[in-house]
């Protein structure tokens, strides 16, 4: 193994559970850790802009809301989970004041570091704790007594303890129950960046909708089309998940497999490939950053109008109808927030 990965054996949570955590935000990434670290032991405060709508969420879940000011203020460690575009000017007006030497400020990615966004002074422990998977499963792991893999990075080390305590905190949230893994800002933000843009949701998300789309311009019925684009693509994923592609291949029939070796590669080609490459030196130049935050920048035109498109595709609607009669479906994620 050339990485080096924990476990709960390696993590002390007396560390954690002896500092007063600040996580600000409460979405997704934000929900699961208060509520984990709070059912693991660990003295919890929320902050939230007073005007936020995932208040009454929070304080219905019995946690203590305060400003993130008041919250950065109160706790010795601060973690940031709000969207990547707000922590600029987050951590300008409320976070940065209330910093004191020996305070720890962590991160669930490292978008805001890795690109000179935020810059914390010197005298303070600055780590990451990443979970490898969306924030809802996060939580739904941690309730099922099992965890989410995580990235683990330190950036600076002011106290000589930020790994023992970024694990801790690791620990706190499940993720050493699974695994966590040493790495850089750097190596999880372009990583990350990269998987989410050309293979987890980007390149899953046009390889659905354009096969969906080829299917019924060809005069085949939508359900159809649904079931083999988007639905069976679970099916598929699970396997690789569980054993690689080698353990999907085993289970798929021979003539699919067939079609695999031979076709997929004419899918995704060379062409693919080489946008793939261009895609990643976005991400390494900076370029692709700069991009988002003009976009945010902006009032986020292009994402509003990209967003409202994918919405509307045909595939959305016939999805909708389908999984109504599909009894055997989880009821959506979002759900168990
Ligand atoms: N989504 C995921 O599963 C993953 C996310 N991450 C990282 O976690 C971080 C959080 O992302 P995610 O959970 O998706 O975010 P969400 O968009 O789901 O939630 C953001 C939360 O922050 C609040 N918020 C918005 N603006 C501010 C502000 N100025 N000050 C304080 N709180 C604010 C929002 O409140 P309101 O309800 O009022 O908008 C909301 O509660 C990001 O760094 C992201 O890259 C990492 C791994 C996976
Ligand atoms: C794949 C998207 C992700 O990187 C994640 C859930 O890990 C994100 O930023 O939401
Ligand atoms: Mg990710
Ligand atoms: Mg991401």
């Not at 998987?195 to 909708?209: I, K």
């Amino acid at each position: 193994m050339s990485v080096e990965v924990y476990y709960d054996d390696d993590a002390d949570l007396g560390l954690i559970q002896a500092k007063k955590v600040a996580v600000i935000g409460y979405g997704s990434q934000g929900h699961a850790h208060a509520l984990s670290l709070r059912d693991s032991g660990v003295d919890v405060v929320i902050g939230l802009p007073t005007g936020s709508k995932s208040r009454p969420k929070a304080e219905e879940q019995g946690l203590r809301v305060l400003t993130p000011a008041e919250a950065a203020a109160e706790a010795d460690v601060i973690m940031i989970l709000a969207p990547d575009t707000a922590q600029r000017s987050l951590y300008a007006e409320s976070v940065a004041p209330n910093l004191a030497p020996g305070k720890a400020l962590l991160f669930g990615h490292g978008f805001n570091i890795r690109y000179d966004l935020i810059k914390p002074p010197a005298d303070i422990d600055v780590a990451m704790i990443a979970p490898k998977g969306p924030g809802h499963l996060v939580r739904r792991q941690y309730v099922d007594g099992k965890g989410v893999p995580v990235l683990v990075a330190v950036e600076q080390d002011a106290t000589g303890n930020a790994f023992a305590l970024a694990l801790s905190y690791a620990k706190g949230i499940g993720g050493t129950r699974a695994g966590a893994i040493r790495t850089t800002f750097t190596e999880e933000t372009e990583t990350d960046l990269f998987g989410e843009q050309a293979v987890l949701a980007g390149g899953a998300t046009a390889l659905v909708q354009t096969g969906f789309e080829v299917l019924t311009e060809a005069g085949y019925a939508p359900e159809i089309a649904y079931f083999e684009c988007l639905h069976e693509l679970k099916l598929i994923v699970d396997l690789m998940y569980e054993g690689g592609i080698a353990r999907m291949r085993y289970s798929i029939s021979d003539t699919a497999e067939y079609g695999d070796l031979s076709r997929g590669p004419r899918v995704i080609d060379g062409r693919v490939k080489d946008e793939m490459r261009k895609i990643l030196s976005e991400i390494q130049s900076g370029e692709f950053a700069r991009e988002w935050i003009g976009e945010d920048d902006a009032g986020r035109p292009n994402f509003a109008k990209w967003r409202a498109e994918g919405a509307a595709h045909p595939i959305e609607e016939t999805g909708r109808k389908l999984r109504g009669m599909m009894s055997w479906v989880d009821r959506p994620i979002t759900e168990t927030a």
